[in-house]
């Protein structure tokens, strides 16, 4: 494909300059790895890529890119579903990928200091010894990198209990697309000093400012935590289930994921994983809790069966089991990209909407594409619905392309008409964007745009993320 963002002859010459040796790269390998996220729709095509070390070499190469007109691509984990993170048309990757300090915890504010380079699964890690946690989970938590988590405000599988990303965000350094570094917040709880600019970096994909280092606000870490999954009748089912959670039980929910038949048939087929409970459903609910007392969670377990609730379940007994459930969930959309080529949506809706929503997605993949595969799982506590249509072994991937193109239009207008979003949690990038409108307005659309033109008027960077100018 030609580029459209071609570096001028001399610019890398100025980069070397300015960074030292081993920090860019045009290794032809080196580059296709850098320039993808994990959709499988663009081509990778970068010019070079940069490894800088710390915000003031960050803002050296921003300074540079904007002022010779090189578009510029943040990078972090690229476990990105949305094309966010994609260099197709010759820009210049920045990897955040050697930015991974993180600084001691401090116990009594309950927050840690980290580069953006930082993985997840290590924060984690790093803060659990003071029996603290920063509770950003999702599957790729050993891969994703922090600063990608607050530029998509990552959801994952906690937001029932814990929200979203930017709850857990107190402080931001960033670099403006001129090279001015903004210290935002540090790690104050309370700031009442007019508009929150923190806020508007955390979601904004890397289109507004380059994340260097981010104050985490952090949680207690839970004592105990029980897992379970219970086999169900139908969607319908799996609400009548998180009614009853949701109703009160003796316990604080910390999660609860639904899967189908179809995405476990693909997990069994990847990974050789066993489902271990008797009945076979159509339908699974993966439920964790922080228990307030076991003999009344005995009880209301027993509730459930005696009711018709649910058709079978089981508890994990070790935490090896309970990381064996979590299996069945976690390890799904790696087992939907290794069987087939997934299209995915990320979707959302009010709670109270999902059954009527899921009733009429039916209708329009039934009626419309006879035959289509689709494995549907989310996290139903916040409304929010993982859509992977299976591309058919018959069809050629760019005419699946254009298919799934259209039957994203009808999704969506289901979406808008149950007051739903286009993207949940894996942000908008190059996929979602055609499709914005069903969830933002005109007046919107021209606000988000004067945003990216005051913040960075030359479109350095990420180009073509989110909004075309």
């Known amino acids: ?31 296709a790895e850098l320039g993808r996220d994990w959709t499988k729709v663009f081509a990778p095509s970068p010019s070079a890529a940069v490894f800088p070390r710390s915000t003031e070499e960050v803002a050296r190469v921003v300074r540079l890119a904007n002022a010779r007109g090189v578009a510029v691509v943040p990078s972090g984990g690229r ?23 993180m600084d001691p915890v401090d116990v009594s504010g309950r927050t840690v200091r980290v580069q953006a380079g930082a993985v997840t699964a290590a924060v984690h890690e790093h803060v659990a010894p003071h ?18 988590n607050i530029a998509t405000n990552a959801g994952g599988v906690k937001v029932i209990r814990y929200g979203l990303t930017r709850n857990w965000v107190l402080g931001l350094e960033v670099v403006l697309a001129s090279g001015e570094v903004l210290q935002l917040n540090g790690a104050l709880e309370k700031n009442n000093t007019g508009f929150d600019l923190r806020q508007l970096f955390i979601g904004s994909e890397g289109t507004l400012g380059v994340i260097t280092e981010a104050t985490l606000k952090l949680a207690r870490l ?7 999954l219970f086999a169900v009748e139908d969607f319908a089912a799996v609400l009548r289930l998180f009614r009853e959670v949701r109703a009160g039980g003796p316990f604080t929910v910390s999660a609860y994921e639904f899967f189908t038949d179809r995405c476990f048939a693909r997990l069994e ?7 271990p409970l008797s009945a076979r459903a159509t339908h699974y609910v993966l439920l964790e809790v922080e228990p307030d007392g076991a003999a009344s969670l005995d009880a209301w377990l027993a509730s459930l069966f005696e009711r018709g609730l649910v058709l079978d379940g089981t508890m994990a007994q070790t935490s090896s089991q309970a990381e064996k459930l979590w299996a069945l969930r976690e390890g799904i959309s790696e087992s939907l990209s290794a069987t087939g080529l997934p299209h995915k949506n990320d979707i959302a809706v009010p709670i109270a909407n999902l059954e009527g929503f899921t009733a009429e997605l039916d209708a329009v993949f039934g009626a419309g594409y006879p035959g289509w595969e689709i494995c549907l799982f989310g996290h139903i506590g916040d409304g929010n619905l993982h859509v992977n249509v299976m591309k058919p072994e018959a069809l050629e991937k760019a005419e699946f392309l254009r298919q799934t193109g259209a039957a994203d239009h009808a999704m969506f207008e289901l979406v808008k008409k149950h007051a739903g979003s286009i993207s949940a949690e894996h942000g908008v990038g190059l996929l979602k964007k055609p499709y914005l409108s069903y969830s933002r307005a005109p007046a919107e659309l021209a606000a988000l745009r004067a945003i990216k033109g005051a913040l960075d008027p030359r479109n350095t960077l990420n180009p073509g993320k989110i909004l075309d100018p």
């Open 131 to 148: 029996g603290l946690t920063w509770p950003v989970d999702f599957a790729s938590k050993g891969s994703s990198h922090v600063g990608g």
């Open 269 to 275: 087929r990847h990974r050789g994983l066993s489902m």
């Open 222 to 228: 839970p004592e105990k935590l029980d897992v379970f």
């Open 1 to 31: 494909m030609a580029s459209t963002h071609r570096l001028p002859a001399d610019f890398l010459a100025e980069l070397l300059a300015t960074l030292p040796p081993d920090a860019v790269t045009t290794e032809p390998s080196e580059l």
């Open 79 to 101: 476990t990105g579903l949305a094309g966010g993170a994609v260099a197709k048309d010759g820009e210049l990757v920045l990897s955040m990928s050697r930015m991974r300090r």
